[in-house]
C-alpha cells in the first residue's frame, strides 16, 4: 500500500509540476550566430581605414525592416565584395557567410535598388538589426 501510494504521489508531482519552455537547438543556433554578426561588425568597424568605410555599396537594408528576407539581401551584396579589396585576409571576412548562414532557407530575390550608401551605413544596419533580431529569440 505504502508503495502504491509513494508511486501515486510521484506521478502526482511529475504531471503537477510547471513546464519549463524549452529554447529548441535551432533557436540557440540562431542566437549564437546573430551574436557572431554583431561581433563581426564590430571587428571590421574596428579594422577598416576610413576609405573603405566609405565604400558605396547598395542599400537593401534599413532599420526598422530587419526582415531575414533584407538580411539574405545584405549578405549577397555583401559576397561580392573581396576580402582583399578591404585590406582582409580571406578568413578574415566571414561576415557574409555568417548572413548566409543565418537565412540558409530563405530565398532572397535581390532588389535592384538605386540607392547606394556607404559600407559602414549597411555594417551599422546589419549590427541594428542582429540585436534586433537577437532580442526577439
Request: glycine share 4%; net charge positive.
Amino acid at each position: 500500500m505504502k508503495t502504491y501510494l509513494l508511486f501515486l504521489l510521484t506521478i502526482v508531482v511529475v504531471t503537477a509540476a510547471p513546464a519549463t519552455p524549452v529554447t529548441s537547438g535551432k533557436q540557440k543556433l540562431q542566437s549564437v550566430i546573430l551574436k557572431e554578426i554583431i561581433e563581426n561588425v564590430k571587428h571590421l568597424d574596428a579594422i577598416l581605414d576610413m576609405t573603405k568605410k566609405k565604400m558605396f555599396v547598395q542599400q537593401v537594408i534599413k532599420p526598422g525592416h530587419c526582415t531575414p528576407q533584407n538580411i539574405c539581401k545584405a549578405g549577397e551584396v555583401l559576397e561580392k565584395l573581396k576580402a582583399e579589396d578591404l585590406g582582409l585576409q580571406e578568413k578574415g571576412w566571414l561576415l557574409p557567410r555568417k548572413l548566409v548562414a543565418l537565412t540558409r532557407n530563405i530565398q532572397c530575390k535581390n532588389s535592384t535598388s538605386d540607392h547606394d550608401i556607404e559600407l559602414h551605413q549597411l555594417l551599422s544596419n546589419i549590427q541594428h538589426c542582429a540585436q534586433e533580431l537577437n532580442t526577439k529569440n
